[in-house]
C-alpha cells in the first residue's frame, strides 16, 4: 500500500499498520514517564532510609500487583489495562489493619511496592519480547501514587476511623478521584496521538474505562476490609474471583479485534473480484476515520464509520461485471443508489449493524438533496467524500494531485458534498 | 425444555421431591433468619441478572456466590434455604417448570456442599480472623462439591432432553461455565469473611464486581453472535455471483462441524472448522462469473484461474487472528490423498487436518446440489461416491465419520434450482 501525503497517514496507534513505525515518544510522554520514574527513584530511596513496615504485606500485595501486570489485557481501541494490579495498587494504599495488627506502611513505601512490582510482572513480557508500555505503566502508578499520598498520611495519623460507615466514603471517593486522573492523563496522551480533541477522548476513556473501573474500585475497597478478618489470606482468595472478570474481559476484547480483522479481510472480496482497485476499502476507510475523528466524532461512531467505510463497495458485488476501475464516482446516480441499496440489504442481514447498514445506504446521496429528502447522516457524508477523493487520486502519493482532487470536491459543495466534510479532508491531505 | 419426554419428568420431579425433603427436614433450631434473609436477597439479586450463554435457553448467573457464603455463615440447612430464592428471581425467560428444577438443583447442591463443608472439618458461623487460612481447605472442597454437583444435574437434564444431533461444543462451554462458577464460588468465603467487619452492606459492595463480569460475559456473547452473524451475510454476498453455488458455504460448514464432531474434535478447533467452512470458497471471487457458471468444460487457462481460488481465498482472510488452523484448512481444501490436488499436491498426512475434514464436507455438498452443467445426486448416491473415492481423494476416517453422522442425522440437502434458465440473479449496468 503506497503511502499517500499528508497528516492522516501518520500511523495511528490505534491500529497500527503493518510496518508502521509508532510515532516517538513525544513531550507529554517524556514529561509523564520522567515524572513516574522521579517517583520511582525518591519512594525506594525514601523507603530505604525508613525502613519497611509490614514486609508480609509489601510482599503480599507486590505478588498481586506483579501478578496483574503480567496479566495486562489490551481493551478496545489499542488501551492497556492491568485491573488485578491497579486493584492490588490501590488496595494496598487503603490497608488499615492485617488481622489484629494495625498497618502503617508509609506512602513513599506504598509507592516503592507498586513501582517495582509493576517492573518485575513486565519482566516476562520483556523476555519474549513484548515491549513494556511505558505511558500506560506511569498513567498506572501515577493514579496509585494519588490514592496512596493522600490516604496513607491521614491513615497512619490515626486520622481513619476504625468503623466502616467512616472510612468508606473517604476511601469511595479517593478511588473515584484517581480513576478521573488516569481517564484525563490517558485522553490528554491520545490526544496527542490521535489529533482528536480532549473532551472526546476524556469521554470515550470514561465510556470504556467505567465498568472496569468500577470492578477493580470495589475490589481495592474490599481488600482492605477482608484483611481486618482474613489477614493476608485476602489478597490471594481476591485473586481469583477479579481473574474471573478479568478472563471475560480479555474475551470481550479479544472478539471485538477479531470482529474488525475479519470485516478488513472480507471487505477485500471486491478488490478480489476485480470491482475496485486494490487497498481502496482499507484507504477509504483510513481517510473516513481519520476525518471522523477531525470533525469530532466519538470513538463507538468512528467504529461504526470504520465498518461502513471498509463495506461500502459491498454493493458492487451485485453487478455481473465491474465498473471500470471501480470508480463509482463516475457511475450515474441511480447506479450508484441501486449498489448502495443492495450493499445495505447485505449487511442488514446480519442483523447487529444496522445502523451500518445505513450509512452505506445513504452514502450516494447529495448533502443538500431536494425538498423533501433529509440530508444524509454525516458518516455517509463524510464516506461519500472520502469515496469520490480516493477515485480521483488512488494510491498516488502526489501532493498536487491531492489538492487538485480536494478543489474538484470543492467545486461541488454547494449540494454534493458536505462543505465541513470537505475542509476537514483539505486540512488532512494537504498540511498547510 | 419445551418437549419433554416422560424420562425428562421423572427426573425433575424427583429432583425437586429431594429439595423439599431437604429443606423439609430442617433443623431450622440454630438458624439466624435475618442472615438468611440478606443472603435470599443477594441470591435473587444474582439469579435474576442470570446471562443467557446459549440459545437453547442455557443462563449462567452468580448464584454460587450466595450459596456458599450461606454454606459458612448459616450451615447445609441455611444454604438450602437461602438457594429457595432461586424461585424468585425477576427474569422472564424460565418456565414454572424450569424455574422449580432450577430452584431444586440449587438447594441440592448447596446442602450437599453445605455437608461437604461442615465434614472437611468447617465451622459454621461468621469466621473472625483466628479462622483463616483453615478455612480455606473446607471452604475449597465445598466449592468444587457445588459445582460438581450442579453441572451433573444440569447436564442429566440436557441429555435427557437432547434434541437430535444435539448442539457441538456444548460440553466445552459447560467446562468453562463450571471454572467461572469456581471463580465466582470464590466470592463466597469473602461475603462469610466481611460479615463480621462490613456486616449486611457487604453484598452490595461485592455485587458490583460481579455485575461487571456479568456485563463482560453478556457483552462476549452478544459480540460473537455479531460476529458469526456478519460473517454469514458476508460470505451470502460473496454467493451471489454463482447462482449455483446459494448457501454452499454455509451447508459445508454445517457438513464440517458434521465430521468434526463426529471425530471428537476439541471444541474450539470445531469453532475455527465451521469459520473455515463459511470461507473457505472466497477465493473464488477472483475467478471470473463466466468460468464459474459455464456449461462446458474448461480449456487450461480458466482451469489454471480455477485452481487459484484456494490461494486467493487465503490471501483474504490471512490477517484474521484467531484462524490459523482454518487457514490451512482453506489453502488445502481441494488436495487430494493421492496426492494429485492442487495447489501443492500434497498427499497422505501431508494434508492438513482441516483441509481433509473440509475436502468431503466440499465435495458431498457439491454431488448434492444443482450445477449449471448438471443436476443434484440424491444423499445415497453421493454416499456411494465419497466411498468409492475414500483413500483416492478423501481421507476415509473422515468419509466415515461424515457418513456416519449422516445417517444418524440426517442431511438436509438444497432446493433444486428451479428454472432450467434462472431468472436474472444478478443486476448488470447498463447505463454504463
Known sequence: MTPLAGRWQQPRRGQPEPGARRPALDSGHWLLVAFAGLLLIWSVASAAVHGVHGVHAALAFGALIAFGELLRLNLPGDREAAPIATAGAMAYALLLRVGEDPARPGADQVIAVTALAMIVGALPHLAVGRPARLTAMSTRLLAAACVAATFRPLANAGLIGSRWWSALPVMLGLVVFAWLLESAVTALIRTDALRTRFGVAFGDEVRVQWPIAAATGASALLIPFAAEVMGLAAVAVFAAPLLVTQVALRRYAGIRATYLQTVRALAKVTEIGGYVETGHSARVSRLSVAIGRELGMAEAALLELEYAALMHDIGQLSLRDPVPGGATVLVARDEQRRIAEYGAEVIQQARVLDSVADIVRRQSDPCRPAAPAQPPPLPSRIIRAANAYDDLVGSSADPDRAAEAVARLRLDTACEYDPRVVDALGRLVSPA | ?432
Open chain 2, 1 to 432: 425444555m419445551g418437549n419433554l419426554s416422560r424420562v425428562g419428568w421423572v427426573y425433575i420431579g424427583a429432583v425437586v421431591a429431594a429439595a423439599a425433603i431437604v429443606l423439609a427436614a430442617g433443623p431450622y433450631g440454630a438458624l439466624n433468619w435475618s442472615q438468611v434473609g440478606v443472603l435470599g436477597l443477594l441470591l435473587i439479586a444474582c439469579e435474576s441478572a442470570a446471562t443467557l450463554v446459549s440459545a437453547r435457553g442455557l443462563a449462567w448467573s452468580a448464584n454460587t456466590m450466595a450459596s456458599l457464603a450461606a454454606v459458612v455463615l448459616c450451615g447445609p440447612v441455611g444454604a438450602a434455604l437461602v438457594s429457595c430464592g432461586t424461585l424468585f428471581g425477576l427474569r422472564r425467560g424460565p418456565s414454572p417448570a424450569q424455574r422449580l428444577f432450577n430452584t431444586g438443583m440449587y438447594v441440592l447442591s448447596a446442602y450437599l456442599a453445605g455437608r461437604a463443608f461442615v465434614a472437611a472439618g468447617g465451622h459454621v458461623g461468621p469466621p473472625g480472623p483466628s479462622a483463616f487460612p483453615g478455612i480455606i481447605g473446607p471452604f475449597a472442597v465445598a466449592a468444587v462439591v457445588h459445582v460438581a454437583v450442579n453441572f451433573m444435574l444440569l447436564n442429566a437434564v440436557f441429555w435427557l432432553t437432547r434434541e437430535h444431533g444435539g448442539v457441538p461444543g456444548r460440553v466445552g462451554l459447560d467446562v468453562k461455565l463450571a471454572l467461572t462458577d469456581l471463580g465466582y464460588g470464590a466470592f463466597g468465603v469473602l461475603i462469610a469473611a466481611l460479615w463480621s467487619v462490613l456486616g449486611p452492606f457487604t453484598p452490595v459492595l461485592v455485587l458490583i464486581p460481579v455485575f461487571v463480569a456479568r456485563w463482560a460475559v453478556a457483552q462476549f456473547a452478544a459480540q460473537q453472535r455479531a460476529y458469526e452473524a456478519t460473517v454469514s451475510a458476508l460470505c451470502q454476498a460473496v454467493e451471489t455471483k454463482d447462482f449455483y453455488t446459494r448457501g454452499h458455504s454455509e451447508r459445508v460448514s454445517r457438513g464440517a462441524v458434521m465430521i468434526a464432531t463426529e471425530i471428537g474434535m476439541r471444541p474450539d478447533r470445531v469453532g475455527a472448522i465451521r469459520y473455515a467452512g463459511m470461507l473457505h470458497d472466497v477465493g473464488k471471487m477472483g475467478v471470473p462469473t463466466s468460468v464459474l457458471q459455464k456449461r462446458s468444460s474448461l480449456t487450461d487457462d480458466e482451469y489454471a484461474a480455477v485452481q487459484l481460488h484456494p490461494m486467493r481465498g487465503l490471501d483474504m482472510v490471512r490477517e484474521i487472528g484467531f484462524l490459523d488452523e482454518a487457514l490451512a484448512g482453506i489453502m488445502h481444501h481441494h488436495e487430494r490423498i493421492d496426492g494429485r490436488g492442487y495447489p501443492m499436491g500434497l498427499a497422505g498426512d501431508e494434508i492438513p487436518e482441516f483441509a481433509r475434514v473440509l475436502a468431503v464436507a466440499d465435495a458431498f455438498d457439491a454431488m448434492t446440489s444443482d450445477r449449471s452443467y448438471r443436476g443434484a445426486r440424491p444423499v445415497p448416491e453421493a454416499v456411494t461416491e465419497l466411498r468409492k473415492w475414500a483413500g483416492k481423494q478423501f481421507d476415509p476416517a473422515f468419509v466415515h465419520a461424515f457418513v456416519a453422522a449422516i445417517e444418524r442425522d440426517g442431511w438436509t440437502a438444497p432446493q433444486p434450482v428451479a428454472a432450467e434458465e434462472p431468472e436474472e440473479p444478478l443486476r448488470t449496468i447498463e447505463s454504463l
